[in-house]
């Protein structure tokens, strides 16, 4: 090709510039939207939460035991809604963290290539499928299944919604420590079964602490889902916020509550309609905090197995 | 735990045929089939409620206060209009986004600002998104209870896995094809448009239609930015008010009838079906994907 002119060269390159920076910035805002979304979610809840403290006190929200903003008689303690999140995600939990472990470790050190790449997949499914449909069958099929186990087991309660939530987190807790098991270096487990550990004990003594970080993520980032779980809870659990640690009779869950003043027909701008923001942004912070120690866990293991 | 060693181990697997291994084994196998015959044992239960219920006039009818009348007409349309919409929303800017990240984004720290926000806002709960829908669109930007705020408040939800799933199939386009159209004097954004997103298209669609499937059934953030639960109409404009699909379950299962939880046993059909087809789609869609790349 002969040797362009110089000044043929600006003229064709100028308009091409043009676009090229057009694009980038458009591109570049799109991206930025993300942050956007984010110092939009805080100042909304931010903004709402201010007018509820203004109503009520720190004191109040913080030591009264009793939660009936819908009542005439109002009080505003927030812990029989944390106790209700708090005892449906544990039931959740010591539902999801056995099954998922131990799937997962059977998925990365026994299952063969054929089996792991025809069940990660169905697994999915199941984490896919929507919560309304796991609310209807914990409600219609689970609750009266129990019921026949546990005679004083209410229509709506804990127990049921718990179970039920720790199976749909199941495959999250499986498939992000099977993504840690499995990425334990194979030269470790040689180390071990040179030493002459036979299978099990090199899991249990060398593969597992190895990946602990990682399996640690996987059970927070597992527990961030069943606090932030919404329709399973409502629709299985009750509406009835009750500082009690029993699994057998109706709560409410912080989640729950919102759904339940969303549905009324509450005016903008009183307080019933400021609560769910302030129950949202205890809800946020707490999320917010399993994410960030979910993440911290997953870069520690990626920077001790590497 | 005690494990006796017999001697006879192969050099590739080092499993004992004992009892603790085997229980092990069996465990393991257990706490895989369970979830799984879960899922089948959820499907048989709300087949064997819903599939007697579930005819054409169940699907073009409006709902009614009578079980046996009623039907998801409003609520399948509305879900189709959400989802379409959602899509012409989100899809661009997630796409948009993937490719600044990707292609041009330096180093920085704005740029890993970027990524850290983005990865924390997948993990913020639907029904967070339902507040902020609520305070901004509804209210701020007085777009009321109505069909626009919903596919709004939807398209924030969906844009970090959809920007997530689109970084993934960009990155997995080789550089060797970029520098080579570099090479062949294509601008930047050239390259981009006629090498990188055609290769990368399928697994972004896959990554797409896999939130799509997701959206469908998402119920929370609706409910908090106030779809309506009792909708005998179909929306006209942007700015009407609409029900969804899993709105109308919600609804049917929170009534004590009997004839009620029918319903929702065959609108919870109609939506598993709609979802486990794109799932299948995109399911195929990443396969065609793998055979051809390699």
Known sequence: ?306 | MEEKNDGKNRLVDFSMNNGSEKAFKAIGIVSLILPLSFLFILIIDTAADGIPRLNWNFLTSFPSRFPEKAGILSALVGSIYLIGLTAFIAIPLGIGAAIYLEEYARNNWFTSLIEINISNLAGVPSIIYGLLGLGLFVRFMGLGRSLIAGALTLSLLLLPMIIMAARESLKMVPLELREAAYALGADKWMVIRKVVLPLGLPGILTGIILSMARAIGETAPLITIGALTYVAFLPKSLTSPFTALPIQIFNWISRPQKGFHVNAAAGILVLLTVMLLMNALAIWLRMRLQKRNI
């Open chain 1, 1 to 306: 090709m002969a040797k362009l002119v110089p000044g043929r060269q600006a003229d064709l390159h100028l308009p091409r510039s043009l676009i090229e920076r057009g694009v980038g910035s458009v591109l570049f805002m799109c991206a930025a939207l993300s942050v956007a979304v984010t110092i939009g979610i805080i100042l909304t809840l931010l903004l709402e939460t201010i007018g509820f403290f203004q109503h009520v006190s720190f004191k109040e929200f913080f030591l009264d035991t009793e939660w009936t903003p819908l009542f005439s008689n109002r009080h505003f303690g927030i812990w029989p809604l944390v106790a209700g999140t708090a005892l449906t995600s544990f039931l959740a939990m010591i539902t999801s963290i056995p099954l998922g472990l131990t799937a997962a470790i059977y998925l990365s050190e026994y299952a063969s290539e054929r089996i792991r790449k025809v069940l990660k997949p169905v697994l999915e499914v199941l984490a896919g499928i929507p919560t309304v449909v796991y609310g209807y069958f914990a409600l219609t099929f689970v609750t009266p299944l129990l019921q026949r186990v546990i005679p004083d087991l209410a229509g709506f309660n804990a127990l049921s919604p718990g179970i039920v939530m720790g199976i749909m987190i199941t495959p999250i807790v499986a498939s992000l420590s099977e993504d840690a098991i499995y990425s334990v270096p194979l030269s470790l487990r040689e180390g071990a079964f040179a030493l002459g550990g036979s299978k099990l004990r090199t899991i249990f003594r060398v593969v597992i602490p190895t990946a602990f970080s990682g399996i640690a993520a996987s059970f927070i980032l597992g527990m961030s889902r069943a606090v932030g779980e919404t329709m399973i809870v409502t629709i299985a659990a009750g509406q009835q916020p009750r500082l009690t640690l029993d699994p057998r009779v109706p709560i409410e869950t912080m989640t729950a509550y919102i759904v339940q003043v969303s549905l009324g027909d509450t005016p903008h701008g009183t307080i019933e309609y400021r609560t769910i923001f302030a129950v949202g942004m205890l809800l946020f912070l707490m999320t917010l905090i399993f994410n960030l120690i979910a993440h911290f866990l997953k870069k520690r293991f990626i920077r001790g197995v590497l």
